[in-house]
């Protein structure tokens, strides 16, 4: 199993955090997200990891064994970005990381065991996160519904309550070369325009309008998403207990 970090983005939400580093620096209790991604990996027993890179790319230089650059990262969303790695997406199934999230090892390796072509992580108890995070949690969150047996039925759309929202997806995806070749279908058959804006949750609603199974895999222990300068004292404190 590989793995991908999605780490090319600007996060101008973060403000001064990125002035001087990818998002994927930003540190959390003193460790930087990427580095808390590293170990993650390393204790799950994958070895080949690569990063993609746009924003700042240079400072990425020598943190992974691999770097895939995406040329156009401030142009387009990171679906487009991801395809820069398409060469090991291709080749043997692989795990996709958002730069700007963590989770436990316990969570990556159910996600990595997970069958089927394409999997996802939620957190069916996001509303105490996100309650935390944002005054209103509404405005910062998406429909997710699942069907009975667990796969995923609808995301990425605008929620009008929590009762749309059965958890949150978090930025950590599987897929196999297989489903890997229907994404590159998928997006080979959009106008320039609409595949450059394309971000993740919309490509994976297109899957499942499109009859793609996606499998769910609940988080398993803390995980968080930095987004926000204020998201960076709350998991301080969440990852000292």
């Given at each position: 199993m590989r793995a991908v970090i999605l780490a090319?983005?600007?996060?101008?939400?973060?403000?001064?955090?990125?002035?001087?580093?990818?998002?994927?620096?930003?540190?959390?209790d003193g460790r930087s997200l990427l580095d808390l991604h590293l170990d993650t990996l390393a204790e799950v027993g994958v070895t080949?990891?690569?990063?993609?890179?746009?924003?700042?790319?240079?400072d990425l230089t020598g943190r992974g064994p691999v770097t895939f650059h995406a040329p156009r990262w401030s142009e387009t969303n990171m679906v487009v970005s991801l395809t820069a790695a398409s060469a090991?997406?291709?080749t043997a199934p692989s795990l996709v990381l958002y730069g700007d999230v963590f989770a436990t090892a316990a969570t990556v390796t159910a996600l990595a065991a997970a069958g089927?072509?394409?999997?996802?992580t939620y957190d069916p108890h996001w509303l105490d996160l996100?309650?935390?995070?944002?005054?209103?949690?509404?405005?910062?969150?998406?429909?997710?519904?699942?069907?009975?047996?667990g796969t995923l039925?609808?995301?990425?759309?605008?929620?009008?309550?929590?009762?749309?929202?059965?958890?949150?997806?978090?930025?950590?995806?599987?897929?196999?070369?297989?489903?890997?070749?229907?994404?590159?279908?998928?997006l080979s058959g959009l106008p320039p325009q609409q595949r450059d804006a394309m971000d993740m949750t919309t490509l994976l609603g297109t899957l499942i309008a499109a009859g793609e199974q996606i499998r769910t895999v609940p988080r398993i222990g803390p995980w968080g998403e930095v987004d926000h300068?204020?998201?960076?004292?709350l998991y301080a404190r969440q990852r000292q207990g």
């Open positions: 090319a983005g600007r996060g101008s939400r973060l403000g001064p955090y990125t002035d001087d580093r990818p998002k994927c620096l930003v540190e959390v080949e990891v690569g990063i993609v890179t746009g924003y700042r790319a240079a090991w997406l291709r089927g072509d394409l999997a996802i996100w309650s935390r995070r944002f005054v209103d949690p509404l405005d910062d969150a998406e429909t997710f519904r699942l069907r009975a047996d039925a609808e995301i990425g759309l605008r929620a009008a309550s929590t009762d749309e929202i059965q958890g949150q997806y978090m930025g950590l995806l599987r897929f196999t070369p297989a489903v890997w070749g229907r994404v590159e279908e998928v300068p204020d998201d960076v004292a």
